[in-house]
Every structure is written in structure tokens, then in C-alpha cells.
């Protein structure tokens, strides 16, 4: 990939990025009374407003608890967009980041979906402004748009295809197949990734995730010393250098399954941390390490950990429900233009079979 063809972010965007998320406000702390009645009334609103909570794997252990008990789902991004196009319920509550509850909102219009903070956003949907990202494209009109699920509506309007790391590898493969030239945002580090596994050279936009962009290659190869026996999972917005040191790369699903079916006993896991709690439910003897961001070059942005994930709290969450707000609400036209996309990403995602038709609720 010739590095003309890619896009860098200005510098004021990556200023604005690092402020926002130094900026994003920590959830109180909150005695075991507390989350319990909490627990209870989250539980109780829930049931009066048929409302089911869709949670990611990266917020906190609470939210995922609450949303199995209650019959919603704990999922990768491609598993809460599909689930949330899926169930009947009347209200969606999505604990994540905002892309999440747009994505939920442009596939079930008709739906209430609410969000406990939508100032969650994401260092990806942030540094790919719509006005610039349509420049780009519009500069390379022979190419295809293909974007990460981690933008705008606004971006996934000029998108002619929409992907998750959960298919994203899948798409573009069979973009190439059919003989297209692809611009690809936002995520730098998942798109160097496509292009080596493919062998196709993308235009690529130099967004990056500030959480995976911080993993330390230096400091996992030392790791990996100590632990000779651990195997190495990692997600593909994590740099080369460390994608290179995996056994498995892939979305949060894709690293889930591998602590779940690998007969390893030990995982070195370069993600955010909280995915540890649904690693550890699912394999409750196998002994999880957090992939090093500290060391040479460190500057502790986020530590492994989400800052805009960790907005969603009990309290937040509760309060949404009280007040059946903030509400994501999208502009019509936007949402026609951004829906084609997003839709033709789920109709592939279901024929090749990398989602179910009907996906059931966690249990
Ligand atoms: P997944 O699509 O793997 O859930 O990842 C979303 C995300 O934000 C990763 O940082
Ligand atoms: Fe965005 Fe990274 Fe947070 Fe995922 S972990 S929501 S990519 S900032």
C-alpha cells in the first residue's frame, strides 16, 4: 500500500480525541445495596416497558449480567445490530457507544431506542468526519466505500458497504473477487490487516482506536517470554506489530470462541479487558492476562479499557428508563441512505452464515 493513497488524520482531530476521552466521566461507585436495588428496578422497567437490553462485551460486568437475566443479548457489534433488527420488543436499550444505538435506531425505526449516555461515542466514529470522509471519496469516485460499523450515520450514508471485524475480511474478499477498487475507514490497523490477508490494496483512511492502537509489541514479546505456555488473541484494530505475535486474530466473537474451544489453558488478550468476564464464564479454568499498554512509548489513554464503554453504568442505565431518554433519533433521509448499506452487510452476514437468521438471547 503506497502511503500517498492514505488519508492522516489532522492533527486537531487527534487533539480532539484525546481530550474527549479524557473528559469521558467515570460511573460512581457503588455499594453491593445499591447495585442491588438498582439491579431490581432496572429489572422491573424493563418488564413494564418491554424493553430488552443489547450489550456489548466491553461494558461493565453489571450491564452484561442484567441483559442475560433479562432476555437480551451480550454481543459483538454485528450480533447487536442483527439481534436488535430481530426481537419484538417495543424499546431497545443498547450499552455500548453511540454508533451502536444509531446502527439499532436505522435498522428498527419504529423502535424506542435509548442509550444511558450518548456522549459514548468512539475515537473511530470521531476521526472520520462525514464533510472530509466525503471529500475523500468523492476524489475516488471508481472506488467502492467500505466502512467499519464504527462511524456515523451520516458516514454509513456514503458507504456502499458497512462491515464489522466480524466480516469484514468475508466482504472484501468478495469485493475483490468481483474486481473493485475499495476505499476503506476508518480503523488504519483492521484495514492493513484486510490488505494482508487479501492481498488487495485498499484506499485507507488513518482513523484508529485509541483502546487496541495502545497494545505495546515490545512488551508482549517480554510477556510472551514469562508465559511460554499462553496463547495470543488479538483484535485486528491492535497494530502490526502485535497482530503479527497472534494465534488468533479476530473480532470479539471469533477471540471469545478461541478462549472457549482452544485446549490452552492460558491467554495472553489483546482487547478490552471487560471481555473477561463473558472469557471467564464461558471457560472458568483457563487464566486470562491483559496484553501489555504500558512501557516504551506508553501514554495510558485508555489502559486496555474502553473510556467511552465505561460511561454505561447502573445508574445511567436506570435513569434512561425512567426517563425514556436520550433517545437516538435519526434523520430520515440520512437513515434510508446509511440503512442500504448496513442491511446489504446483515443479508451477507446471514447468508454466508457469520450470523444466524433468528439469533437467540444470551442465557
Ligand atoms: P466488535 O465488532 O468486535 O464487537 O468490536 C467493536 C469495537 O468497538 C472494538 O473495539
Ligand atoms: Fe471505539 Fe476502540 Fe472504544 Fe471500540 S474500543 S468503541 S473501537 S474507541
Known amino acids: 500500500m503506497s502511503s500517498s493513497a492514505a488519508q492522516q488524520i489532522p492533527l486537531q ?28 428496578e432496572i429489572k422491573q422497567l424493563l418488564q413494564t416497558q418491554n424493553a430488552q437490553l443489547v450489550a456489548h462485551y466491553y461494558v461493565d460486568d453489571e450491564l452484561q449480567s442484567l441483559a442475560e437475566e433479562t432476555g437480551g443479548i451480550v454481543a459483538d457489534s454485528l450480533e447487536m445490530a442483527n439481534f436488535g433488527a430481530h426481537t419484538s420488543a417495543k424499546t431497545l436499550v443498547v450499552c455500548g457507544v453511540r454508533f451502536m444505538g444509531e446502527t439499532a435506531k436505522m435498522l428498527s ?29 468523492a476524489a475516488h469516485p471508481q472506488h467502492k466505500v467500505v466502512v467499519y460499523a464504527n462511524t456515523s450515520v451520516e458516514v454509513k450514508a456514503l ?21 473493485h477498487k475499495i476505499i476503506w ?28 492502537d495502545e497494545f505495546k509489541s515490545y512488551e508482549l514479546q517480554a510477556l510472551r517470554e514469562q508465559h511460554p505456555q499462553a496463547k495470543v488473541l488479538v483484535h485486528p484494530e491492535s497494530p502490526a506489530a502485535v497482530v503479527a505475535q497472534a494465534d488468533v486474530v479476530g473480532s470479539t466473537k471469533v477471540l471469545l470462541n478461541a478462549v472457549q474451544t482452544l485446549p ?22 483457563k487464566q486470562l492476562l491483559v496484553a501489555p499498554t504500558g512501557g516504551h512509548g506508553a ?43 448496513v442491511q446489504r452487510m446483515l443479508d451477507f452476514s446471514r447468508q454466508t452464515g457469520l450470523v444466524s437468521a433468528a439469533p437467540s438471547p444470551s442465557s
Not at 479524557?22 to 455499594?31: C, E, F, S, V
Not at 484486510?194 to 482513523?207: A, K, P, V, Y
Open 185 to 212: 475507514a476508518p480503523d488504519r490497523h483492521l484495514g492493513n490487516w484486510i490488505e494482508q490477508q487479501t492481498g488487495i490494496e485498499m484506499l485507507r483512511w488513518q482513523g484508529h482506536c485509541i483502546v487496541h
Open 159 to 179: 458507504a456502499d458497504w458497512v462491515v464489522t471485524s466480524g466480516n469484514a475480511l468475508q466482504i472484501v474478499r468478495h469485493l475483490k473477487e468481483q474486481g
Open 299 to 341: 501514554t495510558c489513554k485508555s489502559c486496555a479499557h474502553c473510556p467511552w464503554m465505561a460511561m454505561n453504568g447502573l445508574q445511567n442505565l436506570r435513569d434512561c428508563l425512567l426517563n425514556q431518554a436520550p433517545q437516538i433519533q435519526l434523520d430520515e433521509t440520512i437513515r434510508q441512505k446509511a440503512l442500504a448499506s
Open 264 to 285: 490452552d489453558a492460558q491467554f495472553i488478550v489483546a482487547t478490552d479487558y471487560n471481555i473477561f468476564y463473558k472469557m471467564q464464564q464461558l471457560a472458568p479454568h
Open 109 to 137: 425505526p419504529e423502535k424506542t431506542v435509548l442509550m444511558p449516555d450518548l456522549q459514548a461515542t468512539c475515537s473511530l466514529d470521531v476521526g472520520c468526519p462525514a464533510k472530509e470522509f466525503g471529500e475523500f471519496c
Open 13 to 40: 482531530l487527534e487533539a480532539r480525541i484525546a481530550q474527549l476521552a479524557a473528559d469521558a466521566p467515570t460511573q460512581p461507585w457503588l455499594g453491593r445495596e445499591q447495585k442491588q436495588a438498582l439491579r431490581a
